[in-house]
T-cell receptor, first 116, second 113 residues
Framework: GAVVSQHPSWVICKSGTSVKIECRSLDFQATTMFWYRQFPKQSLMLMAT?????????EQGVEKDKFLINHASLTLSTLTVTSAHPEDSSFYIC????????????FGPGTRLLVL | GESVGLHLPTLSVQEGDNSIINCAYS??????FIWYKQESGKGPQFIIDIRSNMDKRQGQRVTVLLNKTVKHLSLQIAATQPGDSAVYFC????????????FGKGTKLSVIP
């Protein structure tokens, strides 16, 4: 149980384009989803917290207009990197938690983004 | 700010031996702690969790110990196997009712066959 998927698993795009990453909870309803960013050999950095049906809460220093988050249903959240630049290249990971067990986050497999 | 660190950034263990990975934290309000395993190129995988009203919890080949007095968390892996090679992160919440996690820097465990 508690399976979270991400799509795509990797993406290469040109500078200036937008990229959408999907995060799905496959066998449970996720009241809360989280988006993280991870640079090589570093820990996970929380970017934003997303609750179904409401606006995401962004961490300090994360541009909400740059990283658009939509949590339209209890099983799907999307992260759109708008006007991507090479410095946005990173490993993006989502996690999800369910109602009644909100503290435990289950992670997706991650999406590697390379912006040329 | 919150500080979550690990005593040993890298750990090499002989196959079959026990592994101990440590984590120090500074927020005394944290009441929920998790250990995650992350293999190269993959997302973190939940291993075991513990709440602040406990000081020990056991799973399959893994044990988590919590010492709230000195704000120290450890993960013990029994009979370490090559498949245990990964980076291990401790994570904790910021207090009761908080669902956001702060992650430690990670310890890379290498198992020597």
């Amino acid at each position: 149980g508690a399976v979270v998927s991400q799509h795509p698993s990797w993406v290469i795009c040109k500078s200036g384009t937008s990229v959408k990453i999907e995060c799905r909870s496959l066998d449970f309803q996720a009241t809360t989803m989280f988006w993280y960013r991870q640079f090589p050999k570093q820990s996970l950095m929380l970017m934003a917290t997303s609750n179904e049906g409401s606006k995401a809460t962004y961490e300090q220093g994360v541009e909400k207009d740059k990283f658009l988050i939509n949590h339209a249903s209890l099983t799907l959240s999307t992260l759109t990197v708008t006007s991507a630049h090479p410095e946005d290249s990173s490993f993006y990971i989502c996690s999800a938690s369910s109602s009644g067990s909100e503290e435990t986050q289950y992670f997706g497999p991650g999406t590697r983004l390379l912006v040329l | 700010g919150e500080s979550v660190g690990l005593h040993l950034p890298t750990l090499s263990v002989q196959e079959g031996d026990n592994s101990i990975i440590n984590c120090a934290y500074s927020n005394s309000a944290s009441d929920y702690f998790i250990w995650y395993k992350q293999e190269s190129g993959k997302g973190p995988q939940f291993i075991i969790d513990i709440r602040s009203n406990m000081d020990k919890r056991q799973g399959q080949r893994v044990t988590v110990l919590l010492n709230k007095t000195v704000k120290h968390l450890s993960l013990q892996i029994a009979a370490t196997q090559p498949g245990d090679s990964a980076v291990y992160f401790c994570a904790l919440n910021s207090g009761a009712g908080s669902y956001q996690l702060t992650f430690g820097k990670g310890t890379k465990l290498s198992v020597i066959p």
